[in-house]
């Protein structure tokens, strides 16, 4: 089976740095992805980790460390339009499917 | 870009009525998938389509089925509505071996009542 976790809400203030963790324990693993949701919306795709190491797109960045079952989410000059949910989500070997985290609720201040 | 179609946007029904959702994936995307979102929870995965055929089966009750049709949309039936049911329904659809994730299109919301 899936386990992931995530702190459930977060607070930062704008024109920070936030990290978000997200620990998993999988029967398979083949690759962990980060979506962005703004409430009622859709998921959009933010990043995907394969293997170990830092993968770094503009103002977001993703960690992934396997041995550990550890990835972090980093947004860098944080905006009030990033005060959203960030859901990590872990795609297995068996199926195409992705199992989603309960999602850490980011919460940007002036 | 083309992107993920879902309608209806909203569905009101009464307990013990039936839906149906439909979703047209991204044109060459092979695979759709159906998740279910109650409030303040993340998305649940149902079941899955590859090229027509399903796929993968999760936590999709009895009383729920969906088919991939050969144009490649899909369509998810709800028969004996419970108030439970009500949630954001959301479609997404992938091309085998890509490594971007897939695509959600932007949800059905659908309320029991």
């Known amino acids: 089976g899936q386990n992931i976790d995530q702190p459930t809400e977060m607070t930062a203030t704008e024109g920070a740095i936030v990290q978000i963790n997200c620990t998993y324990q999988?029967?398979?693993?083949?690759?962990l992805f980060w979506y962005q949701q703004h409430a009622g919306e859709a998921p959009t795709f933010l990043s995907y980790n394969v293997l170990d190491g830092l993968e770094e797109k503009g103002r977001f960045s993703s960690f992934l460390s396997r041995s550990k079952g550890y990835s972090y989410l980093l947004l860098k000059e944080l905006q009030m339009k990033d005060s959203a949910s960030y859901l990590c989500?872990?795609?297995?070997?068996?199926?195409?499917?992705?199992?989603f985290g309960g999602g850490t609720r980011l919460m940007v201040k002036p | 870009a083309a992107g993920v179609i879902q309608s209806p946007r909203h569905l009101i029904k009464e307990k013990r009525e039936t839906a149906t959702l439909k979703c047209y994936p991204i044109p060459r995307h092979d695979t759709v998938y159906w998740y279910q979102q109650g409030p303040g929870q993340d998305p649940q995965f149902l079941i899955s389509f590859y090229e027509k055929m399903q796929s993968d089966k999760g936590s999709i009750p009895d009383r729920f089925s969906a088919q991939q049709f050969s144009d490649y949309h899909s369509e998810l039936n709800m028969s004996s509505l419970e108030l439970g049911d009500s949630a954001l329904y959301f479609c997404?659809?992938?091309?085998?071996?890509?490594?971007?994730?897939?695509?959600f299109g932007s949800g059905t919301r659908l309320t029991v009542v």
């Open positions: 997404a659809s992938s091309r085998q071996g890509a490594n971007y994730g897939y695509t």
């Open positions: 999988t029967s398979g693993f083949n690759g």
């Open positions: 989500a872990v795609k297995g070997y068996a199926g195409n499917m992705l199992t």
